[in-house]
C-alpha cells in the first residue's frame, strides 16, 4: 500500500459519493406534499408508489442527511435543510404523545400503520436525533433523543439479566413469545444501542449516558460475541442463553429463513458483515469516551481475524453474508450492507494492526463495490447478488435498503484513508 494508492481510492470513494450515491437520495426522497421522506425505488430509480413510510427508513435517512452534512458534503444547507425536513415529520407524525416513543410505521401521508414499539427503531431514532442535533444545532433532537432514551431504561432494560427486550406493543407492554419476539434478546438491538448512545453521549456529555454505553459495550464483549470465536451470535433468551434464531413479525430477514420461520443452522451462524460494523462501532465508541483500546483489542482482532479468514471472497470479491462461527461459510451472496460495513471495518484493522491481509481485504471488497455492486444507472448498490455480481434483487430503496449503510460507508472510508495518508 502506497500513499499514491490511498489517493487513488480515495478519488474513487469521493466521486461516487458526491456524483451518484448523495445525487440519487437528495434529488427524490423528500416528500413536499406529506413530509418526511419517500424511500422506495425501483432498479432504475423510480418511485414505487408503495404507501408506508418506516421509522426504520424514516431515522437513517435523517442520519445519511445529518452526518454527511456534518462531514462538510452538500451544497450549503441543502443537506441540514433535509434533515430537518425529516425530522419535522418524525416528531410531528410518528411520535406517540400518550405513550412515548415512535410508531414502527404510518403511511405516506401520516396515519399510523403500525404502532407498535420496536427498540431496533427506536435506536435509530436515537442516533439520528443525536447526530441531527451535532450536526445542525438544533436542540429539539437532543431533546427527544434523551426523553426516548429514558423511556427504554424505565420499559425495555432487563433490571434482571441485563440488556434490552426488543418488541413492544404501543403502551410498551411487552409482546408474546416466537414471532412476536418478547421472549427474545438480540445481537442486532445491542449492537444499535452502542451505536446511539456513543452519538447520544457525544451529544449531550451526560454521565448516565456514558454508563448506560458502557454497560451496552460490556454485554456485547461478555454475553453477546462468542467466547470463543469472538464472533456475534444472533439471538438469545432472555437469560443470554443461546436461542434458535427465527424471524420476528415486523423485523427484516423473513425472505433468509426456510418454511417455518427458522434460520438454517439456527443456533451456529454469524455474519461477517456484524461483525465488521461491531468492531468498528467499537473503536468508535471508546473513541467518544476517550477510553484507550487496549482492554478492548481482542474483542476487536477476533472478529475482524474471522471475517478477514473465513468471510472474504478472494476468487470473486466482496464479503460473503454468514457462515458457522468456526469457520464455514453457509451463505455466499452478496449483500449490500455487509459490504458496506466491512470496507469501513478492514481499512480500522489496516490502521491498527498495519497488516497487509487487512489492505488486501479492503481493496479485494472496494472493488467488488465500485464494479459490480453499483447499479451504473442510478449509482446506488444492488441490494442482493449472486457470489458472481449478479442482482438476485434489484430496488433501490425500500423500508429497509435506504442510504444509511452505503452514505455511511463511503463517508467513513474516506475519513479512515485520509487518517491513513496523515499517519
Known amino acids: 500500500m502506497t500513499s499514491q494508492l490511498l489517493q487513488h481510492h480515495r478519488q474513487e470513494l469521493h466521486h ?54 456534518r462531514a462538510g458534503y452538500g451544497n450549503g444547507p441543502e443537506l441540514a435543510d433535509l434533515a430537518r425536513h425529516g425530522v419535522d415529520y ?9 405513550h412515548g416513543g415512535f410508531y414502527w410505521m404510518t403511511d405516506r401521508q401520516g396515519k399510523v400503520l403500525n404502532d407498535q414499539k420496536i427498540v431496533y427503531g427506536q435506536s435509530f431514532a436515537i442516533y439520528c436525533l443525536s447526530e441531527y442535533t451535532l450536526a445542525t444545532g438544533d436542540p429539539r433532537g437532543l431533546d427527544h433523543a434523551g426523553r426516548l432514551f429514558d423511556l427504554l ?78 464472533t456475534g451470535v444472533p439471538q438469545f433468551w432472555p437469560d443470554w442463553q443461546v436461542a434458535p434464531q427465527i424471524k420476528f413479525d415486523v423485523i427484516w430477514g423473513w425472505d433468509r429463513f426456510g418454511d417455518g420461520g427458522i434460520k438454517q443452522a439456527a443456533t451456529d451462524n454469524t455474519s461477517y458483515g456484524h461483525n465488521g460494523e461491531f468492531g468498528w462501532l467499537l473503536l468508535h465508541a471508546l473513541d467518544i469516551l476517550s477510553i484507550p483500546y487496549d482492554p478492548y483489542r481482542s474483542a476487536f482482532d477476533k472478529a475482524l481475524h474471522h471475517a478477514v479468514t473465513y468471510g472474504v471472497d478472494w476468487e470473486l470479491g466482496g464479503i460473503f453474508v454468514e457462515g458457522a462461527h468456526s ?37 479485494n471488497v472496494h472493488r467488488f463495490v465500485l464494479n459490480k455492486m453499483v447499479n451504473p444507472e442510478t449509482g446506488e448498490w444492488w441490494p442482493l447478488m449472486t457470489r458472481d455480481g449478479q442482482p438476485i434483487w434489484t430496488h433501490m430503496g425500500h423500508s429497509w435498503k435506504i442510504n444509511y449503510h452505503t452514505v455511511r460507508s463511503v463517508i467513513q472510508s474516506i475519513n479512515r484513508i485520509d487518517r491513513l495518508v496523515a499517519s
Open 16 to 69: 461516487h459519493l458526491t456524483r451518484q450515491l448523495l445525487p440519487f437520495w437528495v434529488s427524490r426522497t423528500a416528500d413536499h406534499n406529506n413530509g418526511g421522506f419517500i424511500t422506495h425505488f425501483d432498479q432504475h430509480g423510480h418511485d414505487t408508489g408503495t404507501d408506508e413510510k418506516s421509522l426504520i427508513s424514516q431515522t437513517r435517512s435523517i442520519y445519511t442527511y445529518s452526518s454527511a452534512h
Open 90 to 98: 418524525l416528531i410531528d407524525r410518528m411520535w406517540d404523545d400518550v
Open 153 to 230: 431504561q424505565k420499559h425495555a432494560a432487563d433490571t434482571g439479566h441485563g440488556g434490552y427486550f426488543e418488541m413492544f406493543e404501543r403502551d410498551w407492554t411487552l409482546k408474546g413469545p416466537g414471532p412476536g419476539g418478547g421472549d427474545r434478546k438480540t445481537l442486532d438491538a445491542h449492537m444499535h444501542l452502542m451505536e446511539a448512545f456513543t452519538t447520544l453521549f457525544e451529544a449531550s456529555q451526560l454521565g448516565l449516558h456514558r454508563r448506560k454505553l458502557l454497560e451496552v459495550i460490556d454485554l456485547l464483549l461478555g454475553r453477546i460475541m462468542h467466547p470463543v470465536y469472538g
Open 327 to 363: 469457520g464455514a461459510v453457509y451463505d455466499r451472496e452478496k449483500e449490500f450492507w455487509q459490504q458496506a460495513e466491512i470496507l469501513i471495518a478492514f481499512l480500522d484493522a489496516y490502521r491498527l494492526t498495519g497488516d497487509e491481509v487487512y489492505w488486501e481485504a479492503y481493496e
